[in-house]
């Protein structure tokens, strides 16, 4: 069977869906950076894209407007059945977008029947067309990724086996690792990052093709999913515990200090490190080495998941290297499973790395982020400490005061607009919170304040419009696009305002921490900073300069491919003059840190389970 030159049209409730929550995202979210866009293939090459599961819908979502209509014109999804058929705005959502509906085995047992849904997904592969999967099954808030089902590696095998009679046949499949700085967080970050496609062939894959003489080999189906979970796992932050997360934040702070340009995928990466630096042998999920596991190779900031292969062979000299946007085939596979929760890099950090070690240096840090926090001040005051003088920090308060001030004035007028928004989403989405366990209630809380969130946002224009109608009269045109643009000023100034705040009362909060306590803390980030470095440059293989490491102005995912963000720097830290004559930009807020969100205190602390 022939893959169509023309994909399936886009049904236009998709387009709407995609071109609205594009905004919504947008909105709610400080900066959507998008890593590795080359490596989508093209309009009419079927594609598999199987993400990890963290945020709910607002997974799909962000999948959806984040692969380019010049990419893929359609993406096909998939939810639990119980989403569907809901008099709710998340149902009509789900089931306008073409996602079709699947029977798991937690709500239904044995008794769940997909038949019909695999069928529809199967032929749209045959056709072409591209379907997003969540190999995890389910979503989830606890950092710790989940042990992936088979289910996308079925799906791999059947739509081979559908299609070998033509031995050219072929789909990809693409992994997509998700990371949320503070995944419900207004005005936080995320960084969707594409890992390198893996093609499959009915000529080169067949022991994932069934046929009368012979069934597909099931150890082919486990390590295929084994590859898709070291994929996915090493270009995100994954954890054995969210204190284990809060403890690498702190030490990446420490090593790259704020206001180093750094891209939020660099940062992404940095934490992950310290996370499998500090965590316990066995603790963390991911990839060993040998015939028994997939190996993780480090190569700078990058990673590269290599497969092991018992059958089939790759000639020598055709293989495709990591900065390819040419897919990988089944060749590279590895002939292990994943029975054994595999284990990753930390591995063989531990041979540099004593436990004694490790476990000191984690409590050190957890205790320094204390202190931190109980003061109200951030890493950086405490570096910059010593070279500011009371009246040096006097002038700068007053300075702060003022802005805080001056944007107080300019945005009080747009807030009200923005009230009902904030106090929809507030109240939702606390409720959400209470209304049941950390682990079954919270991953949801993104999605219910961005569907709440649009809802009311529409309200309140809507409201404007028609009040002042018979005001402007003509002019109601105007009012139509005045509202939005109006709300979007607002925000963008009450990101400065907060900033301006949070600025004032770290510095107040300076003038009150006596000579001795900011001595000591000094000293104890100054041994803390010696000991990070170290395990940093020689047991996690991280830059010794990080400032000039991560100043190289390149693509986000690497030299030959920039981002789509590379070009206007967006995210980067700025100085001098050019931050100055950028201040008031309708543009979005350039962060000087990753972890800042809309909020008058640093988020450090996360929900305990």
Known sequence: MEIPAKPNPTPWMYFLIRLLFKFVLNVFYGTIVVENEHYIPKNGEPVIVCANHVNSLTDALLLVTSVSSKKRNFLRLTAKDSQFGRKTFSSWLIENAGTLPIQRRKEHGDQAENSATMDKLLTALS???????????????????????????????????????????????LTCSLTYVHRWSFRSDILVSFNPPLKLSVKDTPSLISTPDKPVDFEAIKSLTTFMHAQLSSNTIDSPSWDLVRVAKTAARIYVPLGTRMRLGDWVRVVARFVEGLAKPGDVNGAGTGAEGVAIERQGMKRTVTWNSKAESRPR?????????????????????????LRRESQTFSSGFADEERERLARDLSSYQDQLNAIGLKDDRIRQSATLSRIKILWRLLLRICQTFFFLVIVTPGLFLWVPVFATTTYKSEKLKRSGPVWDTHDEVAQTKLVYGLASGIFVWLTAVLLTAPIFGLGLFFTIWFVPAWMWLTLRWTEDLIAAFRAAMALYR??????????????????????IMNVATEVLGLPKDPEAEFLVVSGEEGDDQPSRWAKHQRGRSRGGWD???????????????????????????????
């Open 317 to 341: 000299g055709d293989s495709v290297g990591e900065g390819s946007t040419e897919p990988r085939s089944l060749a590279e596979a590895p002939s292990s499973t994943q029975d054994a929760r």
């Open 127 to 173: 056709q072409g067309d591209a379907i997003c999967l969540f190999p995890e099954g389910m979503s989830r808030f606890h950092p710790t990724m989940a042990p992936l089902k088979t289910g996308a590696a079925r799906i791999v095998s059947d739509v081979l086996t559908r299609n070998r009679d033509n031995p050219e046949f072929a789909v990809t499949l």
């Open 510 to 531: 300076l003038l009150w921490v006596s000579k001795a306590d900011l001595k000591r803390l000094r000293e104890t980030r100054e041994d803390l900073h010696g000991r």
């Open 579 to 609: 931050s100055a004559l950028r201040y008031f930009s309708i543009r979005r807020r350039r962060k000087r840190d990753w972890n800042e969100t809309l909020r008058w205190f640093d988020a450090t602390e996360f929900p305990k389970e």
